[in-house]
């Protein structure tokens, strides 16, 4: 058993058999094979074999011969290593003796090799994991052949493991069978948290270097909870955690009682507790936990689930079935929030040194006016259908702001000249991102009809840290008195100009920071669909003079660490059977 220590992004505990996902892309299942179909599968494995020898050889001829022995030198190496007779008959071993599939028994012995190298000091010699990587994959691609089972076909449940995964890689995955995701890379707020907490499965990112520790199909328990990997967990701790998961199930099944009562503090101040969603489907996580409206609409999976750009009609459809669904209760849409470097069928931009300081969001959408229209076009159809916002994201200048809203001023003269239907008093509003949104928050409200803090970037950006390196992702702290400030500012301005603000960000459904921003004044939460009920029923439990009196002591306190102990602490007085 190994016990890997991560971020936790997205919560719960799943118990499962691994996917690694590798650069290829596909999985090695854990195939226990026949007795009699032993020594077919040692044959397949020696054709396996041969093939990958003759593939390794061909290279090493053809690199010879174009660039020298010295290079020629190294695919020689690797048909050393692949004609090895102790690795071959460890593989025949694992076949005969256990019953291995070919596939697994290369996976598993393979990833052993690679720990060897691994651990040996000579940093040479530790770079030779490498090769044992590359002669792995040979073999399982001989072995598979068509055969292999692409991670967006999956046909049974898994949980991802992964070095990384790319935007449209997650936006495809089957939430039919995917429980659960863990990475290597990442942090929090990262596209593969967001579409974790969408598809309600545990998540845990930035682990660190682990996929060699693992083979495709063996047991791994991810703790979205704790931010915990467990590779090939003993039988006591899976006792331990399946008693956790029954008990997680049953406070769930609790809280969904309270579905149909009014998000409402202890002496009725109204709470407005709306969902954020990543994708269509998820309008029912939204209305099954009793949301008051979609906070959040995030629109980048139309974009990222395929390589051509989604035209009107995918765009509108995507809408509708949410609008339609929500039956008169606000949704909010977000236009494009995604970077240049993100989207497949755009041009990579040519010097993007940092895509988070880069051409992305509202810039983005304003470099490419057509691809803007199109969207705002959509919105402004369904508009006619029901309570319908439209937000700007990452906006920093008033600037922005107005050319923005003339796009979307000349695309509604564009809807009146062809007579089609919209609403024209539309809300318009803007995400609160960047620290210059603050500082120029009363200008903005002459401009908007409402705001939405995102938390994700503005803590990012106030605080200089990239939350997706793991290097860094420590300093990456909701708690930090600048945040607070920001936040207090921001929300203040809001509150006695009398324009509607929301918070959006991951910090909004954490109950840790429930007494602060209520304190604060915030009286709209904008959550992931299955925080509502834990949120709904801490919310009942306070009141508003104590949760002012919390957040005036949290603005004094100049040490996050500090923060955050003393919010949990004020929080568990009022709510003893709060977990964080």
Do not use: W
Not at 162 to 190: C, I, K, M, W, Y
Not at 252 to 274: F, H, K, M, V
């Amino acid at each position: 058993m190994q016990k890997l220590q991560g971020i936790a992004v997205s919560p719960g505990v799943a118990i499962g058999e691994a996917l690694v996902m590798d650069n290829e892309g596909f999985r090695i299942p854990q195939r226990f094979v026949a007795r009699d179909a032993v020594e077919n599968e040692i044959e397949r494995l020696d054709k396996a074999i041969a093939a990958a020898a003759a593939e390794i050889a061909r290279n090493r001829d053809v690199v010879t011969k174009e660039l020298g022995e010295k290079y020629g030198a190294i695919f020689e190496a690797h048909l050393q290593m692949l004609q090895d007779q102790r690795l071959r008959a460890d593989l025949e071993e694992l076949i005969r003796d256990r019953h291995y599939s070919p596939e697994y028994a290369v996976s598993r012995k393979m990833r052993q090799y690679v720990q060897v190298f691994q651990r040996l000091e000579s940093s040479y010699l530790a770079e030779r994991a490498n090769d044992i990587v590359d002669i792995e994959k040979r073999l399982l691609r001989h072995l598979l052949g068509h055969r292999r089972e692409n991670i967006s076909q999956l046909t049974s449940p898994v949980l991802v493991l992964a070095h990384n995964l790319t935007p449209s890689e997650t936006a495809n995955l089957d939430r039919r069978f995917v429980q659960g995701f863990a990475t290597e890379l990442g942090g929090p707020g990262s596209h593969t948290a967001i579409v974790a907490e969408a598809l309600e499965i545990p998540a845990v990112v930035g682990a660190g270097p682990f996929l060699a520790e693992v083979s495709g199909g063996d047991t791994v328990i991810i703790d979205g909870d704790r931010g915990i990997i467990i590779l090939q967990p003993d039988e006591e701790t899976l006792a331990r955690y399946r008693h956790e998961s029954r008990e997680l199930q049953a406070q769930a099944a609790r809280l969904q009682s309270l579905r149909d009562l009014p998000a409402e503090t202890a002496d009725g101040a109204r709470i407005s507790l709306l969902g954020n969603i990543e994708f269509p489907y998820e309008v029912e996580h939204c209305i099954d936990r009793g949301a008051d409206g979609v906070g959040l609409y995030r629109t980048e999976f139309l974009y990222l689930g395929s390589d051509s750009e989604p035209n009107e009609e995918h765009h509108y459809q995507a809408y509708r079935q949410v609008v339609e669904a929500m039956n008169g209760k606000p949704v909010t849409i977000r236009t494009l929030d995604l970077g240049a470097d993100k989207i497949p069928h755009l041009p990579k931009p040519e010097d993007e040194k940092n895509p988070f300081l880069g051409l992305r969001s509202i810039r983005l959408t304003l470099r490419n006016l057509p691809l803007f229209r199109t969207q705002l076009r959509a919105i402004l159809r369904v508009s006619a259908l029901g309570n319908v916002q439209v937000m700007f994201p990452l906006v920093s200048t008033l600037m922005e702001l107005r050319q923005a809203k003339m796009v979307l001023a000349d695309v509604m003269e564009d809807l009146d000249e062809n007579d089609i239907d919209y609403n024209r008093s539309l809300p318009v509003g803007m995400m609160v991102e960047v620290p210059a949104a603050v500082m120029m928050i009363d200008h903005f409200l002459e401009e908007v009809d409402f705001l939405s803090i995102g938390t994700n970037d503005l803590i990012q950006y106030t605080l200089a840290v990239d939350r997706s390196n793991r290097d860094v992702v420590g300093l990456y702290n909701p708690s930090d008195p600048a945040v607070l400030k920001l936040l207090s500012i921001a929300i203040g301005a809001s509150v006695r100009k009398g324009i509607p603000i929301s918070l959006c960000g991951q910090m909004s459904g954490s109950i840790t920071y429930m007494m602060l921003l209520l304190g604060l004044g915030l009286r709209s939460f904008s959550v992931t669909p299955s925080a509502i009920p834990e949120l709904k029923n801490v919310c009942r439990r306070l009141t508003i003079p104590d949760c002012e009196m919390v957040a005036q002591k949290a603005m004094t306190m100049e040490n996050a660490r500090d923060i955050t102990a003393y919010l949990r602490g004020e929080l568990k007085k009022r709510v003893p059977d709060a977990s964080f």
